[in-house]
């Protein structure tokens, strides 16, 4: 079970973090700090999944929401609040506050969490050692003219886009030329079928189960070959 733990974020208002420890048979010197999508927060069977997961591999994993989940609403604070808070995250981090947690920090996250992590990467005033995005967000749905790239190319960390095929707010083909003109050593992972959630249909004819594995083993060996 994951360890809760209250992070402030302004003077008056606090968010939670669930910090998932790293199996000690296989611990690496890293742990991931994972954003939630727009639409859950990181009690969302995604979120859940996927910071066990990378636990049971030897990855610590943490998770949080954004203050507007944490308050019980749906609209999305504006990108000043929500970078406030992905700063306060990574603050608490290397400050000691998640107990079990430890080594080189990657951030990222689940399309609006990925996103704004990058957002604060590009500043370039955070200490992190690289960014993993599983569905990133590069337009909104039917209007691929609105690209959120823009600051992409001032990142220098590392970067992992693991991206679903069918993915609504950009495919792979879409980033690629996006890609191209960024410095820092960026790998595209497609995932074949797959929608904006990673989520294959039945008729792509292999289970959902080999697919999260197939994200899980690219996450792990990135993690091994790119920032350890």
């Known amino acids: ?101 430890g080594g080189k920090l990657v951030v990222g996250g689940k399309s609006m969490g990925g996103r704004i992590a990058s957002q604060v990467a590009a500043a370039g005033d955070v200490e992190i050692a690289g960014l993993v995005f599983l569905g990133y967000p590069l337009h909104p749905p039917g209007n691929a003219a609105k690209l959120r790239a823009s600051h992409l190319p001032a990142i220098r ?3 992992l886009f693991v991206q679903g095929a069918k993915d609504a707010f950009g495919t792979p083909q879409e980033l690629r030329p996006i890609i191209k003109r960024l410095k820092a050593p960026v790998e595209l992972c497609p995932v074949a079928e797959a929608d904006h959630s990673l989520k294959v249909p039945k008729r792509a004819g292999r289970p959902q189960a080999e697919v999260d594995a197939f994200v899980l083993d690219t996450i792990e060996a990135w993690i091994r070959r790119a920032v350890l």
């Open 1 to 101: 079970m994951p360890t809760s733990a209250k992070v402030p974020i302004t003077a008056t208002d606090k968010v939670t973090a669930l910090s998932y420890a790293a199996a000690a048979k296989s611990r690496l010197p890293v742990s991931i700090a994972l954003g939630h999508g727009a639409g859950a927060n990181q009690s969302s069977p995604f979120m859940v999944q996927m910071a066990s997961a990378l636990a049971d591999r030897g990855i610590g994993c943490l998770t949080f929401n954004f203050l507007y989940t944490e308050n019980g609403r749906r609209l999305p604070d504006r990108n000043d609040a929500l970078e406030l808070c992905w700063r306060k995250i990574i603050e608490a981090y290397h400050a000691g506050n998640f107990g079990g947690l």
């Open 157 to 159: 960390a590392p970067m």
